[in-house]
């Protein structure tokens, strides 16, 4: 939501929460880093009572840029170069690396919430959206299930303990997606988180087409295979991530074959030569119209990018009187007027 100084007309963004414990960590932490460059500006924030309801008005900067998400999808979601991302996670990485610092840990990063501030090549990239933030005392691990399904790591789908690891595995799927146009993990049934997907985040199964990935630089794959892992204790840091040739802008070799399907070192051949699902069919002419040969797959990773931002919100309900589900079923008595449903 826009809004407006009366006297200068400088026009600034508004958000408005609920006021409450949750909403006052929200604005704690993120008044806590506001201080950093590559984090979104708080200007100021007010109390205030809408239809007998306490509200915090905070009051932050407006960036013209919009967000990263709907400037990828603006223009067709065309991979970005790797300097390109390089430099966005330079700018990212550092708000990040000041949160980490502090012992905050983000929990929602994704490109959603890294706002531009312009659409020109001086672009400042930020961090926003402080919702899901969180700062547990040293050494103290998390356990609140807080994530946006296509960004979330393994340990926190599992509902396991988690540290600050879990916004490294989410800066690796931001980096796969900006550098080849599609998530690592997605759904085929058209759900925000499938079986199948949930199954793959696991096990930390992705691919590297060669369409895509030829040309991006051996080193920066090994970045994406380090921050994909499924350990946490093995997974890259920020201060490490911070050091890579990506980041800093060293010189980077060509990009060099690699297999197309990956999972953690650690698992067993079996499962580095499974099957999954990867969109091979997605592939487009160098003059920009699509390949003749389509697939369902095609729909299901477009699909998948607009779910992203949707988040955990987006799921098929379904009525418990028709419904097939063996769980429901044998926990239905004689008594409900509701008929036991076969599974």
Known sequence: MACYNKDTNEKFALKVLRDGPKARREISLHYLTNAHENVVTIIDIYENTFDNVKCLLMV????????????????????????????????????????????IAHRDIKLENILCSSKGDDCVYKLGDYGFAKRPERNVLMESPCCTPYYA????????????????????????????????????????????????????TYAFPPEEWDEVSQPTKEDIRSLLRTDPSKRMDIHEL????????????QGVPIP????????????????????????????????????????????????????????????????????????????????????
Not at 80 to 95: D, T, W
Request: aromatic letters at 8%.
């Open 242 to 253: 911070m050091r890579t040739p990506l980041v800093t802008g060293e010189e980077q070799p």
């Open 153 to 204: 790591p393994p340990e926190v789908l599992s509902r396991e303990l988690y540290d600050k690891s879990c916004d490294m595995w989410s800066l690796g799927v931001a980096m796969y997606i900006l550098l080849c146009g599609y998530p690592p993990f997605y759904s085929m049934k058209g759900l925000a988180l499938s079986p199948g997907m949930r199954n793959r985040i696991a096990k930390g």
């Open 260 to 343: 197309g399907a990956h999972g953690d070192e650690e698992e067993d051949d079996e499962l580095l030569h499974a099957p999954i699902i990867v969109p091979k069919s997605v592939r487009f002419l160098r003059d920009g119209v699509k390949a003749p040969r389509l697939h369902s797959i095609q729909e299901e990773v477009g699909r998948a990018l607009d779910m992203m931002r949707l988040g955990s919100d987006l799921f098929t309900s379904k009525y418990p009187q028709t419904s097939c589900n063996n769980l429901f079923a044998q926990r239905r008595t004689s008594h409900l007027s509701i008929p036991r449903v076969q599974c």
């Open 60 to 103: 932050v900067e407006f960036l013209e840029g919009g967000d990263l998400l709907s400037q990828f999808e603006e223009q067709g979601s065309k991979p970005y170069s790797e300097k390109k991302v390089g430099e966005i996670l330079r700018q990212i990485g550092s708000a990040v690396e000041y949160l980490h610092d502090m012992n």
